[in-house]
């Protein structure tokens, strides 16, 4: 599996990372055996990344994580988890709550310590906080040795180019920005590696837009990007296909060509975790691609914060 590595000392992480918030249940009910077998299913197939956070169900992710990890040698796998989100309207980026946090997650997940420290969404939290606290908060625990690296995560491509520049961090996690629906990511990603700072694209199936089943009633895109995309899905599926895989494989192996460290996609089975690795290799239908771009061209890189739609981000 194609693999970056996360500064020039840093460890080596797999194209594909395992978002581990399904594993808390967030979407539907996951067993700890499944949850189990999904991450040592990725593990011996060579994605060695796994993102997580205490927001996702509510600490459950984590403790499931750390279930499955137990046991399993640290250096065979590089771990990110995020601070500062608590729940669906609660954001703490204090220095207390940074500390308080950081230990909760270390004692849940049992790991030993943290490869990457998010902080997490910081649109949505006080930015003076972020900037005052947090961040330097986590660039002290960085030169303690308790964390590798520090992160922040979001939606705001702007706010997080120019956070990650003016601050130091080492990595920055943006989600729903490099899709076939949107690829504002891309230019971006391109000029924070130039700066040293690595780029995890996340949300590559844009919170199910690009699905078959399409995307939920509370999905914040406007009303024309979810007609765009039920008229791709529709095509893909007269195709004999998915416009998931092809979703996948578009943001898979293009967040490879434009720079970024690796693509986060959540999973809680082994099957999907082996469809989603194979989707890094499997060749594109270039044709069926051109048709689904031709499709979605009127709202290309129309997010919800150039296009708003069912009253923005979930949870806000």
């Known amino acids: 599996?194609?693999?970056?590595?996360?500064?020039?000392?840093?460890?080596?992480?797999?194209?594909?990372?395992?978002?581990?918030?399904?594993?808390?249940?967030?979407?539907?009910?996951?067993?700890?055996d499944n949850a189990d077998a999904t991450v040592h299913t990725a593990l011996e197939l060579g994605v060695n990344f796994i993102d997580v956070?205490?927001?996702?169900?509510?600490?459950?992710?984590?403790?499931?994580?750390?279930?499955?990890?137990?046991?399993?040698?640290?250096d065979r796998y590089v771990l990110a988890t995020k601070i500062g989100r608590y729940g669906d309207k609660d954001w703490d980026f204090s220095r207390d709550a940074t500390l308080r946090s950081l230990d909760a997650s270390l004692a849940r997940l049992g790991c030993g310590h943290i490869d990457v420290l998010q902080c997490h969404d910081i649109e949505m939290?006080?930015?003076?906080?972020?900037?005052?606290?947090a961040i330097p908060t986590l660039h002290d625990l960085k030169r303690q040795g308790v964390?590798?690296?520090?992160?922040?995560?979001?939606?705001?491509?702007?706010l997080l180019e120019r956070v990650a520049v003016e601050h130091n961090v080492d990595t920055v996690m943006a989600y729903c920005t490099y899709t076939l629906q949107d690829q504002r990511l891309a230019p971006v990603a391109r000029r924070l590696q130039a700066h040293g700072i690595s780029v995890f694209n996340?949300?590559?199936?844009?919170?199910?837009?690009l699905t078959r089943r399409g995307p939920p009633d509370?999905?914040?895109?406007?009303?024309?990007?979810?007609?765009?995309?039920?008229?791709?899905?529709?095509?893909?599926?007269?195709?004999?296909?998915?416009?998931?895989?092809?979703?996948?494989?578009f943001a898979l192996q293009g967040a490879i060509q434009n720079g970024m460290a690796t693509t986060v996609i959540g999973s809680s089975?082994?099957?999907?975790?082996?469809?989603?690795?194979?989707?890094?290799s499997q060749p594109i239908?270039?044709?069926?691609?051109?048709?689904?771009?031709?499709?979605?061209?009127?709202?290309?890189?129309?997010?919800?914060?150039?296009?708003?739609?069912?009253?923005?981000k979930a949870g806000k």
């Open 202 to 209: 996340a949300s590559p199936l844009g919170m199910g837009l």
């Open 147 to 158: 964390i590798g690296f520090v992160g922040i995560t979001g939606y705001d491509l702007p």
């Open 269 to 280: 089975s082994p099957a999907n975790m082996r469809d989603n690795i194979a989707a890094l």
């Open 125 to 133: 939290g006080d930015y003076r906080q972020l900037v005052e606290e």
């Open 218 to 249: 509370w999905h914040p895109g406007h009303a024309s990007v979810h007609a765009a995309a039920a008229e791709a899905a529709r095509l893909c599926e007269a195709a004999g296909t998915d416009i998931s895989r092809l979703a996948l494989q």
């Open 53 to 74: 956070a205490p927001y996702y169900g509510l600490t459950k992710a984590e403790t499931a994580l750390g279930h499955a990890l137990s046991g399993i040698a640290r």
């Open 1 to 32: 599996m194609h693999k970056t590595r996360l500064s020039p000392n840093g460890p080596a992480i797999s194209a594909l990372a395992l978002g581990a918030a399904s594993l808390g249940s967030v979407y539907s009910d996951v067993s700890q």
């Open 285 to 312: 239908d270039q044709a069926l691609l051109a048709q689904v771009e031709a499709i979605l061209a009127p709202v290309r890189d129309k997010g919800w914060d150039v296009l708003p739609g069912n009253g923005g």
